[in-house]
């Protein structure tokens, strides 16, 4: 293109005509917008530009030619199919699982003489610090 133009358009599911709120529209990999409750988009197209990606989680990304004299697109959208995941049982011992002896527990100092089974839990160094849960009996 040798000229700058604004593009813009909608955003839509190409099997229900539903707008997409919030697709990515993507520029040369460096600029780019998102369309709005609407689905509606625009974008300033500097000259020399010649391509579009719209992309929106669960759908087919699309790589669209630019043509300066239809600034206007109707984008629609295919949803990708859905990948149901596979869970298979093992015999493995679980990573990160630990025993800890109810005695142990009780030999930890207590607070306002009360027991707090997560501050306790939390003094073992082997556990990670982020997120940690706790299961009574076996």
Known sequence: MGQSITCNGYVRDSLSGEVLIVANIV???????????YGFFSIHVPAGSTRLQVSFAGYRP???PLNPREPFLQVLLS?????????????QKVIGLIDIPIERLKAIPMAFGKTDIMKSVALFPV??????????GK
């Open 79 to 91: 949803p990708t199919e859905l990948q149901t995941p596979v869970v298979t049982p093992s015999s």
């Open 62 to 64: 699309k790589n669209l």
């Open 127 to 136: 556990l990670p610090s982020f997120s940690y849960s706790v299961k009574f």
């Open 27 to 37: 520029l040369n990999k460096n600029m780019g917008t998102v369309s709005n409750k």
